[in-house]
């Protein structure tokens, strides 16, 4: 079964940051754009990073200038550097893959399989 798995959520100070990774078990992500979804409770799931298989990127404004997406092949694993953390940025995230959409198509669609996701929790 394609997976991915993702990992390093945690409980940070506002102005702190983390590093989520997103793995792929039993394919090659580097042939997969990926996108980085969160939802905050109470709230719908929104898109705030992808990156396309042609390494394109597209950030949502509410996280444009303070999170980096990036991929490392080698690894089979896409990476969220999130700084400047802000309580708002509170929720569980997750990640999928997309063989076709461009970056920002990404993190505009719908998708109904996730995984379990990682909670990402600011503190004021």
């Known amino acids: 079964q394609l997976q991915l798995v993702e990992s390093g959520g945690g409980l940070v100070q506002s102005g702190g940051s983390l590093r989520l990774s997103c793995t792929a078990s039993?394919?090659?992500?580097?042939?997969?754009?990926v996108g980085w979804f969160r939802q905050a409770p109470g709230k719908e799931r929104e898109g705030v990073s992808c990156?396309?298989?042609?390494?394109?990127?597209f950030y949502s404004e509410s996280v444009k200038g303070r999170f980096t997406i990036s991929r490392d092949n080698a690894k089979n694993t896409v990476f969220l550097q999130m700084d400047k953390l802000k309580p708002e940025d509170t929720g569980v995230y997750y990640c999928?893959?997309?063989?076709?959409?461009?970056?920002?198509?990404?993190?505009?669609?719908?998708?109904?399989?996730w995984g379990r996701g990682t909670q990402v929790t600011v503190s004021p």
């Open positions: 999928v893959k997309e063989a076709y959409l461009g970056a920002q198509a990404m993190c505009r669609a719908e998708y109904t399989s």
């Open positions: 039993r394919f090659t992500l580097d042939y997969y754009g």
């Open positions: 990156i396309s298989n042609g390494d394109n990127t």
